[in-house]
């Protein structure tokens, strides 16, 4: 079965930190983009950041930079986002996927997780 799960999120102090986990089974997550999206109640779904399957081509959007790092480990399969000096703005449901192509244009993302809440208290 084909599947991605994220893990990690949780309840954090304005500050803290956070690693989310997006574990795949069913596929290899080697040859794909990993792509990392939050969405708030009532907003649309935002991209935030992408690494490419040879970790060359890495994206952040501007409002996560220098606070958010992406990292992926071929041999667990997993992806990765650590999240420093979260702030309430951060506090969303995050989504990994995979696809072919390095974007933060959703439809080419292939697989997608369930979503994990990160919840942020100011």
């Known amino acids: 079965q084909v599947q991605l799960v994220e893990s990690g999120g949780g309840l954090v102090q304005f500050g803290g930190s956070l690693r989310l986990s997006c574990a795949a089974s069913?596929?290899?997550?080697?040859?794909?983009?990993i792509g990392w999206f939050r969405q708030a109640p009532g907003k649309e779904r935002e991209g935030i950041s992408f690494?490419?399957?040879?970790?060359?081509?890495?994206f952040y959007q501007d409002s996560v930079k220098g606070r958010f790092t992406i990292s992926r480990d071929n041999y667990k399969n997993t992806g990765y986002l650590q999240m420093n000096n979260l702030k309430p703005d951060d506090k969303d449901v995050y989504y990994c996927a995979a696809g072919p192509v390095a974007t933060m244009i959703e439809k080419f993302y292939r697989f997608w997780g369930v979503g994990t809440q990160v919840t942020v208290s100011s």
């Open positions: 069913g596929f290899s997550l080697s040859n794909h983009v």
């Open positions: 690494i490419n399957s040879r970790d060359c081509d890495i």
